[in-house]
T-cell receptor, first 114, second 114 residues
């Protein structure tokens, strides 16, 4: 069975500082990995995805993530955070065999201090 | 290009009632998935519809049922509502068979049970 763990429930970061959100997954084969962002009262917006190939993937809004198979991790990073990055971030794992069903982590809420 | 649209935006029901939520997928998509997101948690997979049939189902009781129409739109029905059914219900669409194709989410329907 697929599972995703996001160890940090809340993270507070100063504007302009770097950000790293952790994600660990469990899946028997090569997973498809995603990061979504959710602003209050909104749906989920896709930030980036990993299917295969280069383990460092670039996404929208200046985010990037690195897939590390040996650590079963897919951490999200941003070099310099903007106040508009305050939101909830979800890591998700999917697989073609599962027909695009996604399993989500519990999310990390990011607060940005001025 | 219209994205995933859901209606209604908000809904208030009482225990024991029945509710129907609606979803129109992104243009060109043929698969609709439904997720339940309780407050402070990540989305949980309810079920997925393709070619008007339920393909996959998560760990939800039979009170949760759905339908997909020939135009790919979908409905989620919940019978005998419980207080614990209060949540944000998210619809996501994708193209089946496109391995790892990211799902596109709507803004959700906020269901409150009194």
């Amino acid at each position: 069975a697929q599972s995703v763990t996001q160890p940090d429930i809340h993270i507070t970061v100063s504007e302009g500082a770097s950000l790293e959100l952790r994600c660990n997954y469990s899946y028997g084969a090569t997973p498809y990995l995603f990061w979504y962002v959710q602003s209050p009262g909104q749906g989920l917006q896709l930030l980036l995805k990993y299917f295969s190939g280069d383990t460092l993937v670039q996404g929208i809004k200046g985010f990037e993530a690195e897939f590390k198979r040996s650590q079963s991790s897919f951490n999200l990073r941003k070099p310099s955070v903007h106040w508009s990055d305050a939101a909830e971030y979800f890591c998700a794992v999917g697989a073609q065999a599962a027909g695009n069903k996604l399993t989500f982590g519990g999310g990390t809420r990011v607060l940005v201090k001025p | 290009d219209a994205g995933v649209t859901q209606s209604p935006t908000h809904l208030i029901k009482t225990r024991g009632q029945q509710v129907t939520l609606r979803c129109s997928p992104k243009s060109g998509h043929d698969t609709v998935s439904w997720y339940q997101q309780a407050l402070g948690q990540g989305p949980q997979f309810i079920f997925q519809y393709y070619e008007e049939e339920e393909r996959q189902r998560g760990n939800f009781p039979d009170r949760f049922s759905g339908h997909q129409f020939p135009n790919y739109s979908s409905e989620l029905n919940v019978n005998a509502l419980l207080l614990g059914d209060s949540a944000l219900y998210l619809c996501a669409s994708s193209l089946l068979g496109q391995g790892g194709q990211p799902q596109h989410f709507g803004d959700g329907t906020r269901l409150s049970i009194l």
